[in-house]
T-cell receptor, first 113, second 113 residues
Framework: DADVTQTPRNRITKTGKRIMLECSQTKGHDRMYWYRQDPGLGLRLIYY???????NKGEISDGYSVSRQAQAKFSLSLESAIPNQTALYFC????????????FGEGSRLTVL | GEDVEQSLFLSVREGDSSVINCTYT??????LYWYKQEPGAGLQLLTYIFSNMDMKQDQRLTVLLNKKDKHLSLRIADTQTGDSAIYFCAEMLPSTGRRALTFGSGTRLQVQP
C-alpha cells in the first residue's frame, strides 16, 4: 500500500461545483503539503500544514481551502471550481528536522469543464 | 521573482551521458534536490546536495553545485531507456523558514534506443 494516498485519482467536474481532494498518509509525518502541477510550470505550492492547528498559505492559495482533520489527513477543497483549476494535484509529506525530502502521493487529476 | 529555471526538454541516445541543468534563486538555500517523475506517478527524490558541497556522486548520478553562479546540474552516466522521465530541480528557501520546497518547471528527458 502507498504511504501517501490521494483520492480521487481522476475527477471531471463542471464550473461552479465544489470539489474535495483527500490525502491520507501512514508515514507518521507532521508536515503535509498540497502542490499543483501544470505543464511547463512545474509544481506550485498551494497550502501546507505543520500540524492540525497550523495551516499556511502557499504561493497560489486563492480559490482553494484546506482542512487538516488529523495528523494523517489533509484535504484540499475548491469551493467553486473554474476551468483554470484544471491540473494535476499532489499531496506530499515530510518529517521534521531532516534533509527536507518530500514523499508524494500519486496525484489527483482534476478537469473542470 | 522567485524562479527555479530549467530547460524543458532533453533528448539523448541510450548509453550516452545526460546533463540536466538548473539555476536557482537563493545562494543561501540549504539543500538542493533532484526529483524524478515517471509517467502517471508522483515525484520521487533522486538525490540531494547540501549547500556546503561542490559535488555528490551516487552510482550513475553526479550532482555538481556552483554556488557562485547558483547553478546545479545532474549528470546521468550510461543513460538507459528507464531513465526517461521528468526531472525537477528544487530548493529549500530560507525565506519560507525552511518550510517548503520551490520547484523548477521540470526537464523532460527522452532516451532514444
Amino acid at each position: 500500500d502507498a504511504d501517501v494516498t490521494q483520492t480521487p485519482r481522476n475527477r471531471i467536474t463542471k464550473t461552479g461545483k465544489r470539489i474535495m481532494l483527500e490525502c491520507s498518509q501512514t508515514k507518521g509525518h507532521d508536515r503535509m503539503y498540497w502542490y499543483r502541477q501544470d505543464p511547463g510550470l512545474g509544481l506550485r505550492l498551494i497550502y501546507y500544514s505543520f500540524d492540525v492547528k497550523d495551516i499556511n498559505k502557499g504561493e497560489i492559495s486563492d480559490g482553494y481551502s484546506v482542512s487538516r482533520q488529523a495528523q494523517a489527513k489533509f484535504s484540499l477543497s475548491l469551493e467553486s471550481a473554474i476551468p483554470n483549476q484544471t491540473a494535476l494535484y499532489f499531496c506530499a509529506t515530510r518529517s521534521q528536522g531532516d534533509t527536507g525530502e518530500l514523499f508524494f502521493g500519486e496525484g489527483s487529476r482534476l478537469t473542470v469543464l | 521573482g522567485e524562479d527555479v529555471e530549467q530547460s524543458l526538454f532533453l533528448s539523448v541516445r541510450e548509453g550516452d551521458s545526460s546533463v540536466i541543468n538548473c539555476t536557482y534563486t537563493d545562494s543561501s538555500s540549504t539543500y538542493l534536490y533532484w526529483y524524478k517523475q515517471e509517467p502517471g506517478a508522483g515525484l520521487q527524490l533522486l538525490t540531494y546536495i547540501f549547500s556546503n558541497m561542490d559535488m555528490k556522486q551516487d552510482q550513475r548520478l553526479t550532482v555538481l553545485l556552483n554556488k557562485k553562479d547558483k547553478h546545479l546540474s545532474l549528470r546521468i552516466a550510461d543513460t538507459q531507456t528507464g531513465d526517461s522521465a521528468i526531472y525537477f530541480c528544487a530548493e529549500m528557501l530560507p525565506s519560507t523558514g525552511r518550510r517548503a520546497l520551490t520547484f523548477g518547471s521540470g526537464t523532460r528527458l527522452q532516451v532514444q534506443p
